[in-house]
C-alpha cells in the first residue's frame, strides 16, 4: 500500500484492465456516466481495436465511486485491477492519507470487448506473470 500511496502523491497512473462481453453501444454510455458522476477529468481517450483505453483523473475521494460504478457499467477486472482499486480505496481510511484527498488520482483504464466465450482465468494467469 506504501507503493500505491507515493503513486498517488506524485502524480502516475493507477492502471486498471478491464473488459466487458457487452457491446460497446450498451457499455460506453454507462461508462461515460461514471465518469461524469465521478467528476472525472478526462485527459485522453483512444479507441482499440478490440478495445478503449481511458487517462482519468479524479480526486481520490471519489475512488470508491469510481469502483463501484465501473462494476455496476458491465465492466469486469483482473484480479490485479481489483487489488490496485481497494487498495486505492482503502487510502481513504487511513488518517495520514487524509491531506491527499484533495489530490487528483490518474486512473489508466485499458479496456476490451471480448467474445462471451472469453476465458477470464486464461487472461489473469498471462497478466500475473508479466
Do not use: N, W
Request: net charge negative; charged share 25%; with cysteine.
Amino acid at each position: 500500500m506504501t507503493e500505491l500511496r507515493q503513486e498517488c502523491e506524485v502524480g502516475r497512473a493507477v492502471k486498471i484492465s478491464a473488459f466487458t462481453r457487452e457491446s460497446r453501444r450498451s457499455v460506453l454510455p454507462r461508462l461515460y456516466g461514471v465518469f461524469a458522476s465521478t467528476d472525472c477529468r478526462m485527459v485522453s481517450s483512444e479507441r482499440r481495436a478490440d478495445g478503449m483505453e481511458y487517462v482519468v483523473e479524479i480526486q481520490l475521494a471519489a475512488a470508491l465511486e469510481l469502483y463501484c460504478g465501473l462494476m455496476q457499467a458491465g465492466v469486469q477486472m483482473i484480479e490485479r485491477s481489483h487489488r490496485a482499486l481497494t487498495e486505492l480505496c482503502l487510502l481513504l481510511g487511513h488518517e495520514s492519507a487524509l491531506e491527499a484527498i484533495r489530490r487528483p488520482v490518474s486512473v489508466h483504464l485499458v479496456m476490451s470487448f471480448v467474445h462471451p466465450s472469453f476465458d477470464v482465468e486464461a487472461v489473469e494467469a498471462v497478466t500475473a506473470s508479466s
